[in-house]
């Protein structure tokens, strides 16, 4: 395999258009302006990451393995190494674990609402009938 081209952010944040289109996922740089029209998601959303870090966006999707191997096509570099990502963020594998990082959806208001009627049950039936 040849070595890749390392490129610094500054080089790449210049390729923001839809003449030339440079994306940044998991330190490596991809060209992809030829794919904009192919894109399943429409080029806008690759536009709005063009010239900067995608990594993020990229995985939010949990895009395919198939897409995954179509990246391979379009790898022109790496970042150097002193202008690296210093935010770790996981490769989407395709396999669904819940999110235990955040308290949204149910389990934010599932568990105070448990809380809260246990009180009330605890109260009605033990506490209430004592004071009469």
């Not at 890749?4 to 940044?24: D, F, G, P």
């Not at 993020?56 to 379009?74: C, I, N, P, Q, Y």
């Not at 949204?104 to 009180?119: D, E, K, N, Q």
């Amino acid at each position: 395999m040849t070595e890749l081209k390392v490129y610094r952010l500054e080089e790449i944040a210049k390729h923001n258009n839809s003449k030339s289109t440079w994306l940044i996922i998991h330190d490596e740089v991809y060209d992809v302006t030829k794919f904009l029209e192919e894109h399943p998601g429409g080029e806008e959303v690759l536009l709005e990451q063009a010239g900067a870090e995608a990594t993020e966006a990229f995985e939010d999707v949990g895009h395919s393995t198939d897409a995954r191997e179509l990246m391979k096509e379009h790898l022109i570099g790496k970042v150097h190494e002193s202008q690296k990502s210093t935010k770790e963020t996981k490769k989407n594998t395709g396999i669904i674990t819940p999110d235990t990082s955040s308290s949204s959806g149910i389990t934010s208001w599932l568990l105070p609402l448990g809380i809260a009627v246990a009180a009330a049950l605890v109260y009605r039936f033990l506490i209430a009938p004592a004071n009469h």
